[in-house]
């Protein structure tokens, strides 16, 4: 007996480890039994050692090969028995859906097993997944979580993407909720419903119903989903609340060989203009899977506008899905007509590769053509976009990209670009297009012809504009033309669009030939050079310089913030002589000598418009003219300009001083202020005071001019010596002598005056001296003339007085009331002498003809006194 019990320990013993070698090396034998049930080209593997642990038993990390190609992976899987129930517990599993091609087609004779069959074999058990991850769709990751037993099947799956929770009770799928994010959506899609399911798992459910809600940003309601079927048929419909008409109708029939949409229906109201059209759609052979199915169907588009009705087809099929060869052929044709915009396409192409990820291949004479208006006055005479051999994919366009543009508009004139270049797998931020650039045009305002070209490229975060040159033949305008403007790059622009390392930086130069103006002035050469620096083409620091010949640098600086453009202009202390080119030659004027200086600020903004304020000053200027001379010219110009208005004489008035101005007249202290608002109004008025000139040991004044003129400018003369003026004009035919006064009311927009009830009265005795031989000339000609002129050769005129008026065309009434003394021979006579003078005073001036105009009108108005010696003449 003892020898039995011994023999069967050692036998437990052998047992014991066998089994656990067997279970050490498990790893090592375990696949290859389990590929005698693998399909072919199929394998397992497992790295590492089985273990125990927590009454459970450890897996190694297991990987699934179907071919070459790693269809599943389960790491940290566990399995044990509690509580009468299974219980298989992961870490990670991973799936690869593009794996799924690969596995082979069944074979097999044996009828499929029914749902029931397959839900009595499941045993009562729980699978647990921390993450399960599908490629290539790893955003919807998540945990998994199955109760099954023979009865019922429950699922929960959590992920920070979607999250679902169903169970199947017999055929009965009660989907709790299904939620899944929606692009555009601020909340995401929950979908809910129940499946009756059929008797078989390889056919569609019996009936069912699912309904869920929509909210999507920019439309005025929510939307309602909802699909509905009965045995083989049923229907998808679109909804927003409280519309009866769908956005989207899709009745389907269904078999075991065919699923097929017809006549299904769509719209959408709240685009530009509404658009609408028609579906429709057919899957043969679906229950022999992906790859042998065959996909066809066709969508259109219908569309009104300037036109006319338009409709675009995209057809696409036969062709077979595949998980890896998917051909499809597909095709756009017909025209879009818009409100303003007409678009033509024909677009040939073909759905290559995976089906989770095809890609477009555009066919030779794929092209897309537009036309129309637009903006409110660009006229499109035809865009053109050829897409031959150009591939679309989720991973970028890739291929030759081409466009060409001509438009005009009656206004500005015409022009026509092209665009060229190359991508691969190109989206915003991703892959590499580069591209060259061309045109020219027509810009009415200006006369000019324009031309444009150069090149750049978007490499993945970084758009570089390599070179760039347009410009005009010349620019007229008004009274300006400038010669060949011209705008270069003085450095690449490169924007790094990158968030972690944003940039922006480059530059760019201004130049233009001589500007002349029609006066006859012109600015030399002119040259601007800004120089970019900052995080993106919505915020950047610039600085530069302007220069036009000698004149300049003038220093600029200043940001942009995407909102508003700020600067500020500096132009040091300068030598006035080199503006003498802004003068005409004609006038004849010479700057010896002065300087200027300024200084300004601005912004620009949406909404607000252009803005500024500065101060220009111009110190000790010196110029000569022919006939005249100015000397010690100061002038101080504060301004402030916003919405189309200036400001002149912020914190203190605009100040125009000059020395002395020599001339026929010499004038000299010559101060005016100016202040107020251009173009003024009755709340912004504009006035120009504190005006005084000395001229001739007088002083001529203006207290207060005011715009919109309101009252008189009373423009007043203080002991005008009369000496020098005459002396001034240098008539032969006359002296005269002494001082005068006079006050004239000045009127600048009256609609008949110019000056209005003005006068001029004698500060003291005056003496008038007639020339001999004026005397003599004018007794020859007219004997009667002459008897009055002997008592005018020489006259002491003790009271003057006239009164003055002047229309604004010039004419000239002065009514005069002269009373004196004269003397000829040694006797004197008393003389009163009243006149009315009318002459037009702007041909006058012209003329500067006094003295002829004088003798002339002495001889047609004097005549004899009445009476001689103490008697007043009238």
Known sequence: MGRCLKTLGIICLIIIILSGLLLTSASLWLPRVIALWLPEQARLEMNGRFGWQHHQLRFPLIRYWQDDCLLAELEGAALGRKNQRWQLQAVTARLDSQCLSKLPASGGAQPARSLDEWQQRLPDARLDIDNVIISPWQAWSGGLHLSVNSRQQQLIYTGHNISAQAQLDVKRLTIEHLTLPVAGSPQPFTLRGTLNLAARPDSLPESGELSGNLQVANLPAPLDVRLVWQQ????????????????????????????????????????GQPVSGGVALQIDDWQQGVGTAQLSGRLNVLTAGRGGRGNVVVSFGPGKPDWQHSQLPLRITGDSKLTHLQFYASLPGELRGPLLDPVLHFSPGALMRM??????????????????????????????????????????????LHLD????????????????????GYMTPFSANWDLRGTGSWRYSKIELDSLSTGFDKLSYAAVTVNAPRLTLGEPIRWQRDPSHPAFSGSVKLDASVTRFSYGGKLPDGHLLLTLHGRDPAWFLWRGQLQAGDMGPVQLHGRWDGQRLRGQAWWPSQALPVFQPLLSPNLKMRILSGTLRAQAAFSAASGEGFQAGGHFVVGDGYARMPDNEFQGVDFSLPFRFKQHQWYFGARRPVALRIAAIKNQFDLTNIRAD??????????????????????????????????????????????????????????????????????????????QWLVHKGWIANE??????????????????????????????????????????????????????????????????????????????????????????????????????????TSDDK
């Open 232 to 271: 083989q048929q049923g229907e998808f419909r679109v909804t927003a609340q409280g519309e009866a008409q769908p956005l989207l109708r899709l009745p389907w029939q269904a078999d075991s060989k065919r699923i097929q949409i017809s006549k299904g229906q769509w719209q959408w109201p709240w685009a």
């Open 371 to 416: 036309r129309g208006r637009l903006l409110s006055t660009l006229e499109v005479n035809e865009a053109r976009w050829p897409l031959a051999g150009v591939q679309l994919s989720a991973a970028g366009i890739s291929g030759r990209l081409q466009a060409i543009l001509s438009a005009h508009d009656p206004n500005m004139g015409d022009f026509r």
């Open 421 to 440: 270049g190359g991508a691969h797998q190109f989206w915003p931020d991703k892959g590499i297009w580069r591209w060259r650039y061309w045109g020219k």
């Open 674 to 751: 100016l202040q107020g608002w251009y173009p003024w109004n009755d709340q912004q008025p504009l006035r120009l005071s504190n005006v005084n000139i000395d001229l001739m040991d007088g002083q001529l004044s203006l207290d207060s001019l005011v715009m919109p003129q309101q009252e008189a400018a009373n423009l007043g003369l203080r002991h005008i010596n009369l000496s020098k003026f005459i002396t001034a004009l240098k008539p032969k035919q006359f002296a005269l002598s002494g001082f005068v006064n006079g006050m004239l009311p000045l009127w600048l927009n009256d609609r």
């Open 764 to 869: 003291g005795p005056l003496t008038f001296r007639l020339d001999k031989d004026t005397a003599d000339a004018i007794s020859s000609n007219n004997m009667a003339a002459g008897a009055a002129m002997d008592w005018l050769r020489y006259m002491e005129i003790s009271r003057s007085w006239a009164t003055i008026d002047l229309n604004n065309l010039g004419w000239l009434k002065m009514t005069a009331q002269v009373n004196g003394a004269s003397q000829f021979s040694d006797r004197k006579q008393r003389v009163s002498l009243h006149y009315t003078h009318r002459e037009n005073l702007f041909q006058l001036w012209r003329s500067l003809r006094f003295g002829d105009n004088l003798q002339s009108w002495v001889e047609d108005n004097i005549s004899l006194p009445s009476q001689k010696g």
